[in-house]
């Protein structure tokens, strides 16, 4: 994909996209264009801060709270994986089992398991497993076949 950038006036901002296809990737770039990047506020120890969806690697549910995670850190935030997974699945999450929702962007590797389950090794060295009533829908988003969301 070629970007192109020119500076303007003020006041004569344009984005201009060719396209031969709309692909996946391009309906995401779209989605976040025209929506904007969504932020989910999540709270730790030193206190509250806005997370944007590049910096979250995924969500957890854990005895009825949700958790994101971040490189290095773990926010609880006040979503719910549903929610999580509808306000940024044009962002690349994606529900890969009943207690995840992940940045399918930050996976790095997969290994096929016994049972018909997905290791997904994330690139912060994290493991997340995609289960058996999700692998389907997770081949189909690899192959450009689906989107998320």
């Not at 950038?5 to 996946?24: D, L």
């Not at 006040?78 to 997974?85: D, G, I, K, N």
């Not at 089992?97 to 912060?124: P, T, W």
Request: charged letters at 30%.
């Amino acid at each position: 994909m070629k970007i192109s950038m020119e500076r303007v006036k003020p006041g004569e901002e344009e984005i201009r996209i060719r396209y031969w296809e709309i692909t996946p990737e391009l309906r995401r770039i779209l989605t976040f264009l025209q929506a904007g990047s969504p932020a989910i506020i999540g709270k730790n120890e030193y206190g509250q801060c806005r997370l944007l969806p590049e910096q979250i690697y995924y969500f957890e549910r854990v005895d009825d709270k949700t958790f994101a995670y971040t490189k290095e850190q773990e926010y609880q935030v006040a979503v719910t994986l549903r929610e999580a997974e509808e306000q940024l699945g044009g962002h690349g999450f994606f529900r890969c089992n009943k207690s995840f929702v992940v940045n399918i962007d930050r996976i790095v590797s997969v290994r096929s398991q016994m049972g018909n389950r997905i290791d997904a090794l994330l690139d912060n060295q994290e493991h997340v497993i995609i289960s058996r009533r999700y692998v389907k829908e997770f081949r189909e988003l690899l192959k450009g076949g689906k989107e998320c969301g």
